[in-house]
């Protein structure tokens, strides 16, 4: 269900780092920013031979582009893959906070801390690391800045036997308000996008299963699951001149599915 992106130099040598970017989400927000002309960096964790197809994809269509390991998860790592960067180029305008570990679908009272940890550490700690990391290296304070979340529909819409997914994308939520007015006087842009169901990795059996797809897109109010493609989309304009007054919100990508929830209650 991708498309090619046809960009129009919206992001024109900006430099953005895409955390995850080696498949789902992150794919297709890194393959966008390198349309609209921005130097991508590329990272993964466990696919690398992901993160260098997108990279090397990036570069075909005539942009820049690295492919670098990063475990968010771990501050140490998070320190230096910044520092290449910068070292690199100089700088990075863009920040998006992307990668994310699923579920345990583990009830609470079953939970050990350790599978807890892994899911705070990822989804939520991850990202403090970067921004830390980033807000640290903004040596010139006339650059414009942009920090960018992918949460979910789960930090409002919660699941049975995920608490630790949903309390990491609620605490997201709230970290990038918090960081918003931290940062709005200092020409940095911090926003937040909750998808819903999208067709990646993470829903491999709808990704899979047209009759499990189609079930689910059921409770959706405009019957298809969402793309990769669809989340990139506000993504850019998220990181572009044209939301530039925009700081501090959340731009929800689900097909009406949040509102539509409890309908019929």
Same mark, same amino acid.
């Given at each position: 269900?991708?498309?090619?992106?046809?960009?129009?130099?919206?992001?024109?040598? @900006? *430099?953005?780092?895409?955390?995850? =970017? &080696?498949?789902?989400? %992150?794919?297709?927000? $890194?393959?966008?920013?390198? +349309?609209? #002309?921005? @130097? *991508?960096?590329?990272?993964?964790? =466990? &696919?690398?031979?992901? %993160?260098?197809?997108? $990279?090397?994809?990036?570069? +075909?269509? #005539?942009?820049?582009?690295?492919?670098?390991?990063?475990?968010?998860?771990?501050?140490?790592?998070?320190?230096?893959?910044?520092?290449?960067?910068?070292?690199?180029?100089?700088?990075?305008?863009?920040?998006?906070?992307?990668?994310?570990?699923?579920?345990s679908n583990i009830r609470v009272a079953e939970m050990d801390s350790e599978t807890f940890d892994r899911c705070l550490k990822t989804n939520l700690y991850g990202p403090f690391f970067c921004c830390r990391e980033y807000l640290r290296?903004?040596?010139?304070?006339?650059?414009?800045?942009?920090?960018?979340?992918?949460?979910?529909?789960?930090?409002?819409?919660?699941?049975?036997?995920?608490?630790?997914?949903?309390?990491?994308?609620?605490?997201?939520?709230?970290?990038?308000?918090?960081?918003?007015?931290?940062?709005?006087?200092?020409?940095?842009?911090?926003?937040?996008?909750?998808?819903?169901?999208?067709?990646?990795?993470?829903?491999?059996?709808?990704?899979?299963?047209?009759?499990?797809r189609k079930q689910k897109e059921q409770h959706i109010p405009m019957k298809r699951a969402g793309t990769p493609e669809d989340v990139a989309n506000v993504a850019v304009f998220l990181a572009s001149a044209e939301s530039g007054y925009?700081?501090?919100?959340?731009?929800?990508?689900?097909?009406?599915?949040?509102?539509?929830?409890?309908?019929?209650?």
């Amino acid at each position: 269900m991708a498309h090619c992106y046809t960009g129009m130099n919206r992001l024109k040598d @900006k *430099v953005a780092l895409v955390t995850g =970017s &080696d498949s789902g989400i %992150g794919r297709a927000i $890194a393959l966008a920013y390198g +349309a609209e #002309g921005a @130097k *991508v960096v590329v990272t993964y964790r =466990s &696919d690398e031979e992901g %993160g260098t197809r997108t $990279a090397e994809e990036i570069k +075909a269509r #005539g942009s820049d582009a690295i492919c670098l390991y990063l475990d968010v998860s771990d501050e140490t790592v998070v320190a230096s893959v910044f520092e290449e960067i910068i070292h690199r180029y100089g700088r990075i305008d863009i920040l998006v906070n992307n990668a994310g570990v699923n579920g345990s679908n583990i009830r609470v009272a079953e939970m050990d801390s350790e599978t807890f940890d892994r899911c705070l550490k990822t989804n939520l700690y991850g990202p403090f690391f970067c921004c830390r990391e980033y807000l640290r290296r903004q040596a010139d304070p006339n650059s414009d800045g942009n920090i960018i979340f992918i949460s979910s529909i789960h930090e409002d819409v919660n699941t049975a036997g995920n608490a630790d997914y949903n309390a990491s994308k609620a605490a997201i939520k709230n970290f990038s308000r918090s960081l918003s007015l931290e940062l709005a006087d200092k020409r940095i842009r911090v926003n937040n996008i909750a998808p819903g169901m999208i067709l990646t990795e993470m829903n491999q059996e709808a990704l899979e299963n047209e009759r499990v797809r189609k079930q689910k897109e059921q409770h959706i109010p405009m019957k298809r699951a969402g793309t990769p493609e669809d989340v990139a989309n506000v993504a850019v304009f998220l990181a572009s001149a044209e939301s530039g007054y925009v700081t501090g919100a959340t731009y929800v990508v689900d097909g009406g599915l949040m509102i539509q929830l409890g309908q019929g209650a």
